[in-house]
């Protein structure tokens, strides 16, 4: 079937059958911001960045465990992953019953867990723990028996020098075309956006 580009036409395409079935998913923020780990109660570790710079409780928590002169960016050196099994997940999640499997490919902090070339040095490939999550979990996944991959993609990113000058220039020149490097990649099951 051939659909257009309008909401009438995308809202006919129908669900997959298999996600109409599943009954459990899980889904995974994980990334830079897992270093710290930290985020008041209500508040979330993934929004760490964003906080710090606000000079909220993120800020005291930051400067009495890292110091003043320690910047977000630096927690790439500390994110090396050493006891990451993708397929230690892969049959945990399996065993769990879950029908699916969402992790955060790039959040709003823009580094991405693959190598993306509109993400040139700020991806889990070319720092930090140097591998490309999305491909080792993806690959596990799909030997499992009954769980689909999935992906979860910030369409901002807060800092983007692009999405601060244009926001149409951070999506035309980036956005899209990373959305579209990833999904193209990886051929995830599922996406979620926000």
Known sequence: MTYEASWESIDSRPVPEWFGDAKFGIFMHWGLYSVPAFAPKGK??????ENLIKKEEYWDFHIKTYGENFAYQDFVKHFT???????????????????????????????????????????????????????ELTTAVRKTDQVKMGFYYSLYEWYHPFYLRDPSEYVA?????????????????ILFTE
């Open 44 to 49: 979330y570790a993934e929004w760490y960045w």
């Open 81 to 135: 992953a050493e006891a990451f099994d993708a397929d230690e997940w892969a049959q945990l999640f399996s065993d769990a019953g879950a029908r699916y499997f969402a992790i955060t490919s790039k959040h709003h902090d823009g580094f991405c867990l693959w190598p993306s070339a509109y993400s040139w040095n700020w991806n889990s490939v070319d720092v930090g723990p140097h591998r490309d999550f999305l491909g």
């Open 173 to 189: 020149k980036h956005m899209i075309p990373q959305l579209k490097e990833v999904i193209s990649k990886y051929e995830p099951s």
